[in-house]
């Protein structure tokens, strides 16, 4: 049987996998940490309207500023450093119009800036708004599912929300025209979300997923650049201050979702390109003796980044991070942690097992995981006057070597998406590398009658193949691995 590291009193994090706990105690505990805004997507930073156009709040050598990149992120320029003195925006949102800045400030006032934010450029638009998104069209912007303008601001319509309940965690809008979804929890219920969707701009909703996550922890979500894409951020705080910052993905809608990566911030925002994402990662540190702002900039939908550091201020940031090789292999299992963390940095705490006792003071320890299952992994680093904690969740994935089990590997492990969706006339099928396939294997795609109209063939060495659907009619399709426990995935062609 398969065993979970860590106290099963925790929260789950990875709900693809299964099996037991191992533990039965753990010196640690969740703290709560509860924010006087929600975490939209676009909050600390957005995505302009042209590619590699992106701005975002950041600081600056006497405060906060506003700034806006047009290469990524590698190079910024300050557009407003006098956050902290005239306006003191939460959040901010770009429209569709070039130039066209919006910025929420408490308590509930909208501005808009027609030159970039550049300062003394922001002009009072309303004082009844409580969060801001980006729309799809120009002049288009939301409060929230509450209600939206189409004129920059000046008017908005109000939404009739039927079906919504809970509190909500998080709100966002899709690239298809009037879809809308609602992150949203229950208090009387603390081990579940859910993700409500709206096909009509906000008026009347239906529950589109339902997540065993605790409804306590910090989420934000953010379209992607195709309909029915939304990148999920889930992050808690453990009661020694360490971090659990998790990406997922969905590109139907919110229907099925896959973990993607670990990361070092919370603050994210699709790009306009295929695959792209941007992570905001801040570091203001020691009463303001240390400043950093990294741009995470990923093509491949979250699963790798290129960093950008355009703001420096002071020594380097504290800040835990580690990697770890392999992370998947038969019992007994022997890893190389490297310590990615950055600062002066005088003690590596290493926890292999989540169970509150420290493991390793090494900086880059070798460990023998003995027992099979699924193990989550931290690491405290400590400096003179500063520390942190990073926590992979499930990173480690020891199994017994028997074909039984290396068959459940292949189907816990495997995630099986296509891009675009809906597409016109291909669409390309992405699969992770941690399939281990002693032949070559196919993806098998069937018509809504469930007849298998067509097939693709693929190998280990592969980790894309492409459908063209040139021949086929507009209509909705499901493909599925040759493996009979694998999930079935829809997709639509539309010509």
Same mark, same amino acid.
Request: glycine share 8%; net charge negative; hydrophobic share 35%.
């Given at each position: ?5 860590g ?10 996998t ?21 975490l939209?997507?676009?909050s600390?930073?957005?995505?302009g309207?042209d590619?590699g ?8 050598a ?13 190079t ?30 408490m ?5 808009i800036?027609?030159?970039y ?9 309303s ?11 120009e ?15 000046? @008017?908005?319509?109000?939404?009739a929300? @039927? ?5 909500l ?15 949203a ?25 339902s997540?065993?996550?605790?409804s ?7 379209r992607?650049s195709?309909?029915?894409?939304l990148y999920?951020?889930k ?8 971090m ?9 809608y ?19 390109q ?42 380097d ?28 940095i ?8 989540l169970?509150?006792t420290v493991?390793s ?18 690491l ?23 074909g ?8 816990l ?9 809906p597409? @016109?006339?291909?669409t390309?099928?992405?699969? @992770?590398?941690t399939i ?15 007849q298998?109209?067509d097939e693709?063939?693929?190998s280990n ?24 426990t ?10």
């Amino acid at each position: 049987m398969l065993k979970r590291s860590g106290n099963p009193d925790l929260p789950v994090l990875r709900s693809t996998t299964k099996g037991e706990s191992g533990k039965n105690t753990i010196l640690l505990f969740i703290s709560v940490i509860f924010l006087s805004s929600i975490l939209f997507a676009d909050s600390a930073i957005t995505r302009g309207p042209d590619i590699g156009e992106i701005y975002y709040i950041g600081p600056t050598a006497t405060g906060e500023g506003i700034y806006r990149s047009t290469d990524f992120g590698e190079t910024a320029t300050c557009m407003d450093s006098t956050l902290n003195i005239n306006i003191n925006f939460l959040s901010i949102a770009a429209d569709l119009t070039p130039g066209v800045l919006y910025g929420f400030a408490m308590p509930e006032n909208l501005y808009i800036s027609y030159n970039y934010g550049e300062e003394g450029s922001w002009v009072f638009r309303s004082n009844d708004i409580s969060a801001i998104l980006s729309g799809r069209l120009e002049g288009y912007i939301y409060n929230g599912k509450a209600s939206h303008s189409d004129d920059y601001g000046v @008017n908005f319509i109000s939404h009739a929300n @039927n079906g919504y309940f809970g509190s909500l965690k998080a709100v966002e809008i899709d690239n298809q025209d009037s879809v809308g979804y609602a992150l949203a929890r229950e208090y009387s219920v603390n081990d579940s979300l859910w993700l409500l969707i709206s096909n009509d701009d906000f008026e009347n909703f239906e529950v589109q997923h339902s997540f065993n996550w605790y409804s306590v922890f910090d989420y934000s979500i953010s379209r992607g650049s195709e309909v029915g894409e939304l990148y999920l951020m889930k992050s808690a705080h453990y009661g020694d201050g360490s971090m659990v910052r998790e990406l997922w993905f969905s590109n139907d809608y919110g229907e099925n979702w896959f973990f993607k990566n670990h990361l070092l911030s919370t603050r994210i925002v699709g790009g306009r390109q295929a695959g792209e994402l941007y992570i905001l990662a801040n570091y203001t540190q020691l009463m303001g003796e240390i400043k950093h702002t990294y741009i995470y900039h990923s093509l491949d939908y979250g699963e790798t980044f290129t960093v950008y550091h355009p703001f420096a201020y002071g020594s380097d940031p504290y800040y835990a991070n580690f990697e770890a090789e392999p992370i998947t292999g038969s019992a007994p299992l022997t890893v190389q942690f490297t310590d990615l963390s950055s600062g002066d940095i005088q003690t590596w705490e290493w926890d292999f097992d989540l169970d509150g006792t420290v493991d390793s003071y090494e900086q880059n320890p070798e460990y023998t995981f003995q027992d099979t299952g699924f193990y989550s992994v931290k690491l405290r680093i400590y400096g003179d006057i500063y520390e942190d904690g990073y926590i992979k969740t499930d990173y480690i994935h020891v199994t017994d070597g028997s074909g039984a089990e290396n068959h459940e590997l292949q189907v816990l492990s495997f995630e099986l998406n296509n891009y675009p969706n809906p597409f @016109n006339p291909t669409t390309t099928f992405s699969f @992770n590398e941690t399939i281990n396939l002693n032949e070559k294997s196919r993806i098998e795609i069937y018509n809504v009658k469930g007849q298998k109209v067509d097939e693709l063939t693929f190998s280990n060495q592969q980790s894309e193949v492409s459908w063209n659907a040139e021949g086929f009619k507009s209509g909705i399709y499901f493909y599925k691995l040759n493996l009979q426990t694998t999930p079935i995935k829809k997709m639509l062609l539309l010509k």
